[in-house]
């Protein structure tokens, strides 16, 4: 990310919006990361980031899957993001995406690419 970041950054001289949609924390969970921990993380990733590339404008991301508890606590952390966060959207998929438990499927991403940019039109 850092590489095109600097690539769209140099280009556009920091004049173009930039607008980040992505999906984390699904590794974190099932690493058994402490919730609090990956937020403040998160939280800190977001930060330099926006520091080092004033033009991200805003930040689109997923729910992960319900899968279990670990699951379930890094999405009230990634909920609390766009609470805390202005310049933070949350795009829920409220488990309506097809998964093995741990990875969404590449139908469902091209899926669930299609509704973050139906998000990102209302921008």
């Not at 950054?9 to 920091?14: L, V, Y």
């Not at 937020?39 to 992960?64: C, E, F, Q």
């Not at 969404?104 to 669930?112: A, L, P, V």
Request: charged share 15%; no cysteine; glycine share 4%.
């Amino acid at each position: 990310i850092d590489n095109a970041l600097t690539t769209i950054s140099t280009i556009n001289n920091n004049t173009t919006d930039i607008i980040i949609m992505y999906t984390h924390g699904i590794n974190d969970a099932i690493a058994g990361t402490n919730p609090d921990t990956w937020y403040n993380g998160t939280v800190d990733l977001l930060n330099r980031l926006k520091t080092r590339y004033p033009a991200i404008k805003h930040i689109y991301a997923t729910n992960i899957m319900l899968t279990n508890a670990s699951y379930i606590a890094i999405n009230d952390k990634i909920n609390l993001l766009a609470t805390n966060r202005a310049d933070f959207t949350v795009i829920p998929t409220n488990n309506s995406f097809d998964y093995d438990g741990n990875h969404w499927g590449y139908t469902e991403m091209k899926r669930m690419a299609g509704v973050m940019l139906n998000y990102i039109k209302n921008y």
